[in-house]
């Protein structure tokens, strides 16, 4: 996904453009450049591949100034290139753009631009907004920056975060947000001001920010900033104080933000607990849902749309929250309920789950359920995000900068989050007894010490590591759950997956018999997720199955569990927990076996290939 950048204030604009845009790196990318503007022009420098390729080349041909723009291009309309790398200019130079997003009626705007004599310079669609601005900017606007660009976005359709600068005028730079393209975070500083598409590029300078909604522009001085809507209505933005430090959104000692992140999840979780959990009375409260409990009680269905991590995370919900309040549970990728017309009843709710706040179809399938009248609500990570924003309700995961492309404590802390949501629907639905209550608490009490030893044991015994080289070479991986923990084995596999580039498959272990079973033999390892649970004996005899084919299998289970540390090949440790609680302590080992397992194949781990840390386009 692409990142912009903007700058003004007495620092070089270079230099900040750069620092900022390696916080965005973790969104994926394949080439960067950056505008800045000095004594009347605008000196534009673009690169193909990583920011270091920029970085040279500002070495050998510097620029300074004290406003500029730049951009991080993940490709959607051209190949990686210097040419199609952004900033892209008008005609002469006199306006520059950044985008992220995409101009869905870019053709048809080519065509009347190069007919109107306008020669492109790209394969990008990103230009044609440039020439667009341009040509308002000397027919109609008046030459005012302002208005030509409010005329020119009129004309564009499909999502789009634009940041303009003119030559002619060196005291401003114009943002403007359409629809879902990612966020737009305006930095407030001392005499300076900053812009970004997330919020950890901003953190080293300035924790202040607000953040702009579809269909806003924003015109941004040394000053400070000005809010319109497209026909330039004022609106007042928000100022929000991030409590984020800028340490939490860097490696630290860490080789990678996944591996990091993984480490983070014992303090996440205790976060996502923190000002929920009333410890003494067994009780659960969620302010910022906005569900009375009387709502609660009238609830009849909860709809759980999400994608990729979120998805299985909302797999893993529908398990606890129909054992928990009795409220029957559907789960749908978004990108398929958003296209299935959906039938939505009166008392229901739709609940997204979302790391980013930004997934497009996600925030598409949220639109859906609130045309149709439904609750909405998101569980979302990512503060002053869109789904955040358009939800009647939002429960935050409180995991801090998720950097890292593969989902790990958002993941977690989304199925505490689902945990305290199906333990408030319950306790206001009268579907909790007090033993229950008291049960749930006391494991929700215990479970970040226990995240922590399952990490502790990873990093005293070098166990992943070992896995690694001795599993890290096969090329097909079947994963395998059951009941609640049939979901963390399809996160397992997607995990492996997305950063090691293996082929694996999480499937419920019922469906062996199915057909997978014709798939076991010596060279594709099976990865079975056998806590014991209600369903344990049914996974052993799935265990054996595998066995029998001379398949090696890869058990995460309790630790104390003589019987299937005499059966399977390996054992992946976790602690006894209440059986709701056991796909977060389940994925834990799962996470460190697809990581280090990445790093054995020298996989770029944090941005692995054609992935996005955020889909904010189809
Ligand atoms: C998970 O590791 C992936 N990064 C991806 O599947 C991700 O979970 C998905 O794109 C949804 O993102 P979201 O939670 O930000 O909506």
Not at 330 to 347: F, K, L, M, N, Q
């Amino acid at each position: 996904m692409c990142g912009i950048v903007g700058y003004i204030g007495p620092r070089d604009a270079a230099g900040v453009i750069v620092d900022s845009l390696r916080r965005l790196e973790y969104r994926g990318y394949d080439s960067a450049g950056l505008a800045v503007w000095d004594a009347g022009s605008l000196n534009v420098r673009r690169e193909e591949g990583k920011l270091a390729g920029l970085e040279k080349l500002l070495v050998d041909s510097p620029v300074s100034g004290h406003l500029g723009i730049g951009h991080t291009r993940w490709a959607t309309h051209g190949p990686p290139s210097q040419r199609n790398a952004h900033p892209h200019s008008s005609p002469d130079g006199e306006l520059v753009v950044v985008q992220n997003g995409i101009v869905e009626n870019f053709q048809e705007l080519r065509r009347e631009l190069l007919a109107d004599g306008y020669i492109f310079n790209s394969d990008t669609d990103t230009e044609v907004i440039a020439h667009l601005v341009h040509k308002h900017y000397h027919n109609g606007s008046g030459r005012d920056l302002v208005t030509a660009v409010r005329h020119a976005v009129e004309e564009l359709t499909g999502p789009s975060a634009i940041a303009v600068l003119s030559r002619t005028e060196p005291e401003r730079m114009v943002v403007v947000r359409l629809g879902n393209a990612g966020g737009v975070v305006i930095g407030q500083g001392d005499d300076e001001m900053f812009v970004a598409s997330d919020i950890p590029a901003l953190l080293q300078y300035t924790r202040r920010v607000r953040f702009l909604e579809n269909r806003q522009m924003a015109v941004i001085s040394r000053g400070g900033v000005e809010v319109t809507d497209l026909a330039g209505l004022p609106l007042e933005l928000p100022l929000v104080e991030i409590a984020w430090d800028a340490d939490a959104a860097e490696k630290g000692q860490f080789r990678h933000f996944m591996h990091k992140e993984i480490y983070d999840q014992p303090q996440a979780i205790a976060q996502t607990l923190s000002q929920r959990v009333d410890f003494v009375n067994n009780r659960v409260e969620l302010p910022g849902l906005n569900l009375s409990p009387e709502a609660a009680r009238n609830l009849r269905k909860l709809t759980i749309v999400a994608c990729g991590t979120s998805y299985y995370s909302g797999l893993v919900g529908r398990y606890v929250i129909e054992r928990l309040a009795r409220l029957s549970v559907e789960v749908d990728y978004a990108s398929e309920y958003r296209y299935r017309h959906p039938v939505i009843g009166p008392d229901e709710m739709v609940l997204a789950i979302t790391q980013s706040g930004e997934t497009v179809d996600t925030l598409a399938a949220l639109e859906e359920a609130r045309e149709q009248g439904a609750f909405t609500a998101a569980i979302v990570n990512a503060m002053g995000s869109q789904a955040a924003r358009v939800c009647d309700g939002v429960i935050y995961m409180h995991a801090g900068p998720e950097i890292g492309v593969a989902s790990t404590k958002a993941f977690t802390t989304s199925l505490v989050d689902l945990v305290l949501l199906g333990f408030y629907l319950g306790q206001c639905r009268g579907t909790i007894d007090a033993a229950a209550a008291a049960e749930l608490v006391q494991g929700l009490a215990g479970l970040p010490g226990q995240v922590g030893a399952v990490l502790e044991d990873a990093h005293l015994t070098g166990r992943y590591t070992e896995l690694a080289q001795r599993y890290g070479h096969f090329h097909n991986f079947l994963y395998l759950g059951r009941g609640v923990n049939y979901p963390t084995a399809r996160e397992g596999a997607l995990k492996l997956k997305e950063i090691s580039y293996i082929h694996a498959e999480g499937y419920p272990a019922g469906e062996m018999k199915h057909g997978p079973i014709a798939l076991i033999d010596s060279t594709m390892p099976t990865v079975v997720v056998v806590p014991q649970d209600s369903v344990y004996e049914k996974m052993i005899s799935q265990v054996e199955q595998v066995k029998a084919r001379s398949g090696a299998v890869l058990a995460v289970a309790h630790a104390d569990d003589a019987f299937i540390s005499e059966k399977a090949d390996e054992l992946l440790p976790i602690p006894r927990s209440h059986d709701l609680l056991s796909p977060v302590l389940a994925v834990v080992p799962l996470q460190l076996l697809a990581y280090e397992i990445a790093v054995g194949r020298g996989a770029d781990v944090d941005q692995p290939r054609n992935l996005a840390k955020s889909v904010t386009v189809e």
